[in-house]
């Protein structure tokens, strides 16, 4: 289905033809193998990087592009449709050049072009094994040697483990809660930085996720992103951002469920005729149409606020919220749509449900993002 989108500039239009032409060359005919082995696309982020789709909201003097985050996000959108792991990719490398780009010092920002445009693969690494939602608890300890920090501790699930660039490190350089942690930029080949063994995962397995371990790694001082202790400062407010990329992926995802389920409900015949007019089925798809269409209105009136440089943070954990939960609904209801084929794996949508569920649990789950909003109506 053509989503009939409203662009701020001719730009934006001719940037989300080029995107969908490349998506529908490069990434559509891969998806399936690269899925089915668990093999990260490495080569597939460079060529999104060459066109320019790595540092799509940053400014041109740092090798970025400029874009809107309402444009970089239908960029998101249409990639997350043809293959989620690669949206979800360029997502959370966006999210990682944030802290650089927005409070680092000017040596860490000179590594700018290169991130931004896609020589280097960025992570961010802020969730421990023994906590995710409550990071302020984090342990993983820095402490200062001459001119370096020495850092020590586990990371967990962090995507890109073992084949990102460079690594977001939030850490602990001072006393307990979130005053005491501050930001680190370190290079992935430092001695001391080693991922683990990846996880086994429901969906996104082309996508790596591992601990990493932190033994003793020294990343010199002037990699310090921002002051001593407004490392948490900086996680939240690059999280910020990082959902309503989660939103934008889960809007395509569910976008790319709806369409399927449409085409075989008008193809497939029961009790002689097609499945869409049974209004037991239309209804369904109706209401899963208007979900998505919700689902986008939220996320880029979010992006709006933002591109406005008005405060957004509540709504972006509206938008969320709201999409990812969306986003679960339509899939799990397009496996419905097609009935037995919609278990088997001949069809995207088994995959797409699988896939749905972790945008409901990264970047704050959505019980977080519950808090967020409620916590903005208490004051
Ligand atoms: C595929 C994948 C990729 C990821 N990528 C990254 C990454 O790149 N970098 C990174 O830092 N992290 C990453 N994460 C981690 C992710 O952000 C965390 O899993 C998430 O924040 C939840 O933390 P947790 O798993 O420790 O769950 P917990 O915090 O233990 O939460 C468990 C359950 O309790 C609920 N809960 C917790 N506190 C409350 C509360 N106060 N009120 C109500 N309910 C609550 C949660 O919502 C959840 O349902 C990734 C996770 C996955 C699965």
């Given at each position: 289905?053509?989503?009939?989108?409203?662009l701020?500039?001719?730009?934006?239009?001719?940037?989300?033809?080029?995107?969908?032409?490349l998506?529908?060359r490069e990434l559509a005919?891969?998806?399936?193998d690269f899925e089915?082995r668990g093999v990260?696309?490495?080569?597939v982020?460079?060529?999104?990087?060459?066109a320019g789709?790595?540092?799509?909201?940053?400014?041109?003097e740092?090798?970025?592009?400029a874009?809107?985050?309402?444009v970089?996000?239908q960029?998101?959108?249409i990639?997350?449709?043809?293959?989620?792991a690669?949206a979800?990719?360029?997502s959370?490398?966006?999210?990682?050049c944030y802290?650089?780009?927005?409070?680092g010092g000017?040596?860490?920002?000179?590594?700018l072009p290169?991130?931004l445009?896609?020589?280097l693969?960025?992570?961010?690494?802020?969730s421990?094994?023994?906590?995710g939602?409550?990071?302020?608890a984090?342990t993983?300890r820095?402490r200062?040697d001459g001119?370096d920090?020495?850092?020590?501790?586990?990371?967990a699930?962090?995507?890109?483990a073992?084949v990102?660039?460079?690594?977001n490190?939030?850490?602990?350089?001072?006393?307990?809660?979130a005053?005491?942690?501050?930001c680190?930029?370190?290079?992935a080949n430092t001695?001391g930085i080693?991922p683990?063994?990846?996880?086994r995962?429901?969906g996104?397995?082309?996508?790596?996720i591992?601990?990493?371990?932190f033994d003793?790694?020294?990343?010199p001082?002037?990699?310090?992103i921002?002051a001593?202790g407004e490392?948490?400062?900086?996680?939240?407010?690059a999280l910020d951002?990082?959902?309503?990329g989660?939103?934008?992926?889960?809007?395509?995802?569910?976008?790319?469920?709806l369409?399927?389920?449409?085409?075989y409900a008008?193809q497939?015949?029961?009790f002689g005729?097609?499945?869409i007019e049974?209004?037991g089925?239309?209804?369904?798809?109706a209401?899963?149409?208007t979900?998505?269409?919700?689902?986008?209105?939220?996320?880029?009136?979010a992006a709006?606020?933002?591109d406005?440089?008005?405060?957004y943070?509540?709504e972006?954990?509206?938008?969320?919220?709201?999409?990812?939960?969306?986003?679960?609904?339509?899939?799990?209801?397009?496996?419905?749509?097609?009935g037995?084929?919609?278990?088997v794996c001949?069809?995207?949508?088994?995959?797409?449900?699988?896939?749905?569920k972790v945008?409901?649990i990264v970047?704050g789950?959505n019980?977080?993002q519950?808090?967020v909003?409620?916590?903005?109506l208490?004051?």
């Amino acid at each position: 289905m053509t989503v009939d989108r409203i662009l701020p500039s001719d730009e934006a239009y001719e940037l989300l033809e080029l995107v969908t032409e490349l998506a529908d060359r490069e990434l559509a005919p891969k998806v399936g193998d690269f899925e089915n082995r668990g093999v990260f696309p490495r080569e597939v982020l460079r060529t999104l990087g060459r066109a320019g789709l790595l540092g799509l909201p940053y400014p041109e003097e740092h090798g970025g592009a400029a874009q809107p985050y309402e444009v970089y996000l239908q960029v998101l959108e249409i990639l997350a449709g043809r293959w989620l792991a690669v949206a979800e990719a360029v997502s959370v490398h966006t999210l990682s050049c944030y802290p650089v780009a927005t409070f680092g010092g000017e040596r860490a920002r000179r590594l700018l072009p290169d991130l931004l445009g896609g020589a280097l693969l960025g992570a961010y690494c802020l969730s421990e094994p023994q906590g995710g939602s409550d990071a302020a608890a984090l342990t993983t300890r820095a402490r200062r040697d001459g001119g370096d920090y020495v850092v020590s501790g586990t990371k967990a699930w962090i995507t890109h483990a073992g084949v990102a660039d460079f690594y977001n490190v939030f850490c602990r350089t001072g006393g307990p809660g979130a005053r005491g942690i501050s930001c680190l930029l370190a290079d992935a080949n430092t001695p001391g930085i080693v991922p683990q063994t990846p996880e086994r995962t429901m969906g996104l397995r082309s996508s790596p996720i591992a601990q990493i371990a932190f033994d003793e790694a020294r990343v010199p001082a002037d990699r310090l992103i921002g002051a001593e202790g407004e490392g948490f400062k900086i996680a939240l407010s690059a999280l910020d951002s990082g959902r309503l990329g989660i939103a934008a992926c889960a809007v395509g995802l569910a976008q790319a469920a709806l369409d399927y389920a449409v085409d075989y409900a008008r193809q497939r015949e029961q009790f002689g005729q097609p499945l869409i007019e049974f209004q037991g089925l239309g209804f369904l798809l109706a209401d899963l149409a208007t979900q998505v269409s919700a689902a986008r209105a939220l996320t880029l009136a979010a992006a709006r606020l933002r591109d406005a440089g008005r405060p957004y943070s509540t709504e972006a954990a509206k938008a969320k919220l709201f999409a990812t939960d969306t986003a679960m609904r339509v899939t799990t209801d397009a496996v419905q749509v097609l009935g037995g084929a919609g278990y088997v794996c001949d069809h995207p949508v088994e995959r797409y449900m699988r896939e749905a569920k972790v945008l409901q649990i990264v970047e704050g789950t959505n019980q977080i993002q519950r808090m967020v909003i409620a916590r903005s109506l208490a004051r």
